[in-house]
């Protein structure tokens, strides 16, 4: 899978947990499109989607065991890496540490492990 796509897998599955999970009508930046989401935030998207899909083939398919908590801790350090990556004073709520990130935002970084999980599963 291209850069761009793995990307966009990502997006699209952060998109789709964010309008089932976010209470409400969710932050329209939280459900922007994938041709106007910011550069930072392709390439970011796409970095995660390569750590998550490798940590899964290193791990031969085990990360299914994992609790989605444990899916969902993963995708959200590897999130943080990229803040600090991009930005040299983030916001502390953009660096937030799992147990003090919302509760759909936790269930929403889960949902992005297992849509990885199953898109890896279906290429096989």
């Given at each position: 899978?291209?850069?761009?796509?793995s990307?966009?897998?990502?997006?699209?599955?952060w998109?789709?947990?964010?309008?089932?999970?976010?209470p409400?009508?969710?932050?329209?930046?939280?459900?922007?499109?994938?041709?106007?989401?910011p550069?930072?935030?392709r390439?970011?998207?796409?970095?995660?989607?390569?750590?998550?899909?490798q940590?899964?083939?290193?791990?031969?398919?085990?990360?299914?065991?994992?609790t989605?908590?444990?899916k969902?801790?993963?995708?959200?350090?590897?999130?943080?890496?990229?803040i600090?990556?991009?930005?040299?004073?983030?916001?502390?709520?953009?660096?937030?540490?799992?147990?003090?990130?919302?509760?759909?935002?936790?269930?929403?970084?889960?949902?992005?492990?297992?849509?990885?999980?199953?898109?890896?599963?279906?290429?096989r």
């Amino acid at each position: 899978m291209q850069i761009e796509e793995s990307g966009r897998v990502f997006r699209e599955a952060w998109i789709a947990g964010v309008r089932k999970h976010y209470p409400g009508e969710p932050k329209p930046g939280y459900v922007t499109p994938w041709d106007d989401t910011p550069g930072w935030e392709r390439e970011s998207a796409a970095a995660v989607y390569e750590q998550v899909r490798q940590f899964i083939e290193a791990a031969d398919g085990a990360t299914a065991k994992l609790t989605r908590e444990q899916k969902g801790r993963f995708v959200a350090l590897c999130w943080v890496a990229q803040i600090f990556k991009h930005f040299p004073n983030p916001k502390a709520s953009y660096v937030a540490d799992w147990s003090d990130m919302p509760e759909w935002q936790q269930e929403t970084d889960a949902d992005i492990f297992e849509h990885i999980e199953q898109t890896l599963a279906s290429i096989r």
